[in-house]
């Protein structure tokens, strides 16, 4: 066992033999596929969707129809087949995984989730009042400018870039904040951000909900106050048992849905 940090170097390792499993990013798959002895194994995360999070507190993104719009302009089967995704993963729908849900099954939350839509949300903003003033929205003064705070390597995984490209065609722009792990921790745990690329891994998926989306809990920055979120949390992790349990999972999960919380973007494949 090695700790290699640079994800390349990690690739080339499988590549040239000098280690029998090697974990991969996604924008190492062109440099191992289909060499000679090398097969690439795709595992579901156990753990949350990657989400973009979203501030419901402060900025731009306060607004709904804005954090409607963002989902509507983002085509998540396209940014599947963008390196920084290689064609691994799954379009997210709910805040879990299908993977981490009974039978596999999230279709009692698809009628929540947000279809590709750009013309609907060009139209919904204009709706809403957010004025195209060159290439950028406004209203009252406000630019549509979003602070996207991350970590370098979600920028070096390419998979913050493309996402303004697709925010870009309704007028929405991303201000990347990028920085190590701490400087990431610090902007979102203060609130100094409008979105942040955000998921956790583990297997307790009660726990999982809870830690993202519970009143009070110190994941939970997000600025969520919804007395009902709170209280089929509350009825999950209090459950009898498992069967309580997920109906009060997926009753959570739909509120949050309906709350667009954020972007629930994809299911993760680790490789």
Not at 13 to 39: K, L, M, S, Y
Not at 66 to 72: E, L, Q, Y
Not at 222 to 232: E, H, M, S, T, V
Request: with cysteine; aromatic share 8%; hydrophobic share 40%.
């Amino acid at each position: 066992f090695r700790e290699v940090p640079e994800s390349s170097v990690r690739a080339q390792a499988a590549v040239q033999g000098e280690v029998q499993i090697a974990r991969i990013v996604e924008p190492n798959v062109p440099e191992v596929e289909g060499q000679p002895g090398v097969t690439i194994k795709a595992t579901p995360k156990a753990g949350s969707c990657r989400m973009f999070l979203m501030n419901l507190t402060d900025g731009p993104t306060t607004d709904i129809n804005v954090r409607k719009a963002i989902n509507m302009a983002i085509d998540k089967e396209a940014m599947l087949q963008l390196p920084g995704w290689a064609g691994f993963g799954r379009p997210g729908i709910a805040p879990l995984p299908s993977n981490m849900v009974p039978n596999g099954d999230l279709s009692s939350l698809t009628q929540y989730d947000i279809p590709y839509d750009v013309d609907g949300a060009n139209k919904l903003l204009d709706d809403s009042g957010w004025v195209k003033n060159g290439d950028i929205r406004e209203k009252d003064g406000v630019q549509l400018i979003l602070n996207m705070v991350v970590t370098q390597i979600d920028v070096d995984n390419g998979q913050i870039e493309p996402i303004d490209g697709f925010l870009n065609e309704i007028g929405v722009k991303l201000n990347i904040q990028a920085g190590d792990f701490n400087v990431w921790i610090d902007s979102y745990t203060k609130g100094k951000y409008h979105m942040t690329l955000m998921s956790d891994s583990g297997y307790i998926a009660v726990g999982i909900i809870q830690e993202f989306f519970e009143e009070g809990q110190p994941s939970a920055v997000w600025g969520i106050a919804n007395a009902d979120i709170n209280a089929a949390i509350k009825a999950a992790v209090e459950a009898p048992n498992l069967d309580d349990q997920w109906k009060s999972l997926f009753d959570a999960m739909a509120l949050i849905m309906q709350e667009v919380t954020g972007v629930m973007a994809w299911e993760q494949d680790y490789l």
